[in-house]
């Protein structure tokens, strides 16, 4: 709640006309505004967050959104021009690249938690997802108990490890790890048999599986580790980025613009290979678009 009450607060301080132009510039806007430059942090294969379509260009529901931000900023600090810098980033690195100033904001699938609070802070969340399986129809695995004894795929540096991890020792289910450096290296394992499942966020799972040569191959394990808030991840300790941040996300939701960004690239056909993701809003989703707030889990 008190995150809830936090994110309240900031979006009536920003209510009316914007705060940042009557006070000095601190943080990301101050380091923005001189050196005329903003650095988004964008994934290669979160699909269909943060991606690189067929011109190796990032596009994406989360490279939307925070194209949105973008341009709160040229309003805000009256840099039409300002200048667009884009650098990939993976799991392991996103959030030591935020921390030393290589990327500004981190535009992805990143599950707001409240361990990782303690280093870095979230926008809104702007998906919830569940954390499971995606496993080969033909393997006969039907639940996360039966990976007992088999070999699993999971990205490195996600939540998916340490809960994964904790639900061996409470279910007494034995499994060996291999970690890819990127969900399609972790998609690549499973489809190349190397290992039995994938242990990812269900929508992530569901890219995956939506852009591979043999989707029909593939099922999601209904089980779920865990429900969790995707945002964009930001510096800790910076409340004008973060208040404009706040305003200009939740007023695409409030608005109602947030459900046509979200059918742009959940429920109709994607480049590069025009497939259909085929994943309506859930009650949790719409619930998240109806109160914005940055509550982690």
């Known amino acids: 709640m008190k995150l809830l009450g936090k994110f309240a607060v900031g979006l009536v301080a920003v209510g009316i006309g914007t705060a940042v132009c009557a006070q000095e510039l601190t943080g990301t806007l101050k380091k923005i505004k001189d050196t005329g430059a903003i650095t988004i942090g964008y994934r290669e294969s979160s699909i269909p967050f943060s991606y690189l379509d067929d011109k190796q260009q990032p596009i994406g529901y989360a490279m939307d959104l925070c194209m949105k931000v973008v341009d709160a900023v ?29 990327i500004d904001m981190e535009c992805g699938s990143t599950t707001n938690s409240v361990a990782r609070q303690q280093q870095v802070a979230f926008g809104p969340t702007y998906f919830v997802i569940n954390v499971t399986a995606a496993v080969k129809k033909s393997s006969g695995i039907k639940s996360l108990v039966d990976l007992n ?58 890219g995956q599986i939506a852009n591979s040569s043999n989707p029909g191959d593939y099922m999601i394990i209904q089980e779920s580790l865990r429900q969790e808030p995707y945002s964009m991840m930001l510096r800790k300790d910076d409340p004008q980025f973060k208040a404009l941040v706040d305003k200009t996300v939740g007023g695409v939701m409030k608005s109602g613009e947030i459900h046509k960004l979200y059918a742009k690239w959940f429920t109709s056909p994607i480049p590069p290979k025009n497939v259909n993701m085929n994943f309506p809003e859930t009650a949790p989703i719409k619930e998240a678009f109806a109160n914005p707030n940055d509550k982690g889990v």
């Open 149 to 206: 004894g088999k070999t699993i795929s999971t990205t490195s540096g996600t939540t998916s490890v340490p809960l994964l991890k904790q639900y061996d020792k409470t279910k007494n289910v034995e499994i060996k790890e291999i970690y890819g450096k990127d969900h399609a290296e972790s998609f690549l394992l499973l489809s190349q048999d190397r290992t039995a499942a994938f242990v990812m966020d269900d929508i992530l799972l569901a």
């Open 74 to 102: 040229k309003a805000e600090l009256k840099m039409p021009n300002l200048k667009v810098n884009l650098q990939p980033v993976s799991s392991s690195n996103r959030i030591p690249l935020l921390q030393n100033g290589t």
